[in-house]
């Protein structure tokens, strides 16, 4: 992900021609503390986290059989590398981009295009896949499509981003191809909105702004579980409170904020200061999470309800604290593992791995084994095994011929 600090610099030309004046010292020109163009860093981040979000969605059959399955999932979804990492990613890098670009004159348009191009194509062709075999295989209609639910305004649906609307029934065995989209639906409201945001107001009430996001967040999705028909219980992510944008902002807006932060040299300086206080808040953070988690799999009263508000806070708070330790230690070798090979590897590909994974392993499952997801431990094992290496090699097949040259072509608009 490219980033453009615009600075005005005179033409060599132009300079040829001035002729400097005694006594005048020229204006100096204000210095921009831009993000660097990449963190390795955070592409491991982002590469592990794909991959965990991958073994948890692949264990949901096995989990019914096992507890062990049942446990690492658990933990998996309150790990300080959930999928509240994309989110916090996305915030910090993308409001990066936009804080050192707001006086470009191709602001909108550049921003605009280039994500088009990074999101779009590969999404609407999955899509377009799913539409085709849900025509073409009646044996597997039934197994796609909502009964209930209009076909065409279904699959609609999900060209439009609304499919973590309240109303939409995603929450169905169609889930195994394009359930996991609902973070990129919230993700897609996000660069909407942002840019706007972040082009009109000024810093402090940026910075206002989004610690009122990051504080009243729990707040609403507490009062939406306990008092609103929008939870459901037997769901992961704890139905339209789970996934709904408005619910999940948090995760988006605290990493706009520290993108904010960290662009302010004696913020920064202050934070890299406490790195001790940053390692004890992530230690900290991961047993007060798995606990609220083990209260509400264990049915405490109230305890749903604490991990969906609350709890869903710290977890972001969590995944915060370990990016703030991939910028903190950035090329040092406290975080040499952040940077495997493997890792950033995971991270280039992630996109295509996260978005299709769970429709690989869907499409294995029925045409290999002619079974749906949750038939049995050892069949849902078997297809996983098949399943991940070919997500693996049609995402690396993507990037070198779909995705990647796509995304070059699009840095042609340069802001």
């Known amino acids: 992900m490219a980033n453009h600090t615009l600075v005005s610099v005179p033409s ?31 592409d491991g981040l982002r590469g592990v986290s794909a991959l965990l979000v991958v073994v948890y969605h692949y264990l949901s059959g096995p989990a019914v059989y096992s507890t062990a399955a049942f446990r690492i999932r658990e933990i998996i979804y309150v790990s300080p590398l959930a999928v509240d990492m994309f989110f916090i990613l996305s915030g910090f890098l993308v409001g990066g981009i936009l804080l050192n670009t707001r006086n470009s004159q191709n602001y909108y348009k550049t921003f605009y295009l280039r994500r088009l191009f990074r999101v779009i194509p590969i999404y609407y062709l999955w899509i377009a ?27 609609a649906g999900f060209l439009f981003f609304v ?15 394009l359930s996991t989209s609902w973070t990129l639906a919230i993700e897609e409201h996000f660069y909407l909105l942002t840019p706007f945001c972040l082009h009109r107001l000024d810093r402090r009430k940026l910075v206002g702004g989004l610690a009122a996001i990051i504080a009243l967040s729990p707040v609403a999705r507490t009062i939406a579980w306990q008092f609103t028909g929008l939870r459901d219980p037997q769901d992961m992510n704890g139905g339209v409170v789970g996934v709904w944008s408005p619910f999940r902002a948090d995760g988006l807006a605290a990493g706009v904020l ?44 109230y305890a749903d309800s604490l991990a969906t508000g609350l709890g869903r806070s710290v977890v972001v708070f969590s995944c915060l604290c370990l990016i703030l330790l991939a910028l903190i230690y950035q090329g040092k ?10 890792c950033r590897e995971l991270g280039k590909i992630s996109y295509f791995m996260y978005l299709t994974h769970w429709g690989i392993l869907w499409l294995v499952l029925t045409t290999v084994f002619h079974v749906l997801p949750g038939a ?18 049609l995402a690396e097949l993507s990037w070198k011929y779909f995705e990647g040259p796509l995304q070059k072509w699009s840095h042609r608009f340069t802001y």
């Not at 040829?16 to 660097?36: D, E, F, S, Y």
């Not at 499919?163 to 191809?177: D, I, K, R, S």
């Not at 094992?381 to 290496?389: E, K, S």
Request: some cysteine; proline content about 8%; hydrophobic content about 50%.
């Open 376 to 393: 049995s431990a050892r069949t849902d094992l078997l297809a996983a095994l098949i399943a991940f290496p070919l997500t693996i090699g």
């Open 163 to 177: 499919q973590n609307f309240p109303g939409f029934p995603v929450w169905n065995t169609m889930a195994h191809w």
């Open 129 to 155: 896949i799913f539409a085709v075999t849900a025509i073409c295989v009646p044996a597997l209609r039934a197994s796609l499509l909502p009964r209930s639910f209009n076909a065409i305004g279904f699959v």
């Open 12 to 42: 060599p030309q132009l300079e040829a021609h001035r002729t400097p004046v005694q006594g005048v010292t020229p204006p100096v020109q204000k210095r921009i503390h831009a993000l660097p163009t990449r963190f390795a860093e955070l």
């Open 258 to 301: 520290l993108a904010i932060l960290w662009q302010t040299p004696h913020v920064k300086g202050w934070i890299c200061r406490q790195v001790k206080w940053v390692i004890s808040c992530l230690v900290l953070s991961f047993p007060v999470c798995v606990g609220i988690e083990y209260m509400a799999v264990k049915h405490v009263r």
């Open 333 to 342: 070798e406290n975080v040499s593992f952040m940077r495997w090979r493997m």
